[in-house]
């Protein structure tokens, strides 16, 4: 588990990188209405190949990208989560959401099939 002042990530993945951002220029985590969230792992092209050794690529392989899924619950502190929206690969809103329950939901790519997630908190 991981506190990140109002957020706390808890990752059921062996390896994950998790970003929450505000979008805003000046915006803060704290205080925008909208987050982003991204949520990455492992990711090679379908095909591609090292050596042995894993130091040298041996062929750059090609689209589509493969991503390893992360899963993970995110739990908001302080603040009501109202919605959480999925992003297509270009950052475009989808009409496909996730339930939010006592300001906490669960993230899986490989049923979501993205990486990326719009937060919606209400206006406090």
Known sequence: MCRLGTVTIT????FAALYVTAPEPDGTIAASRRLLLTALARARNTG?????SGDELLDKGRGPVLLEPVKATIAFAGRSLTEVRLLDHDGRR?????PVANGQFTLDGARDRTPYYELVLARE
């Open 11 to 14: 990752p059921q993945s062996h």
């Open 48 to 52: 591609m190949k090292f050596s042995v």
């Open 94 to 98: 989808t009409e496909k959401t996730l």
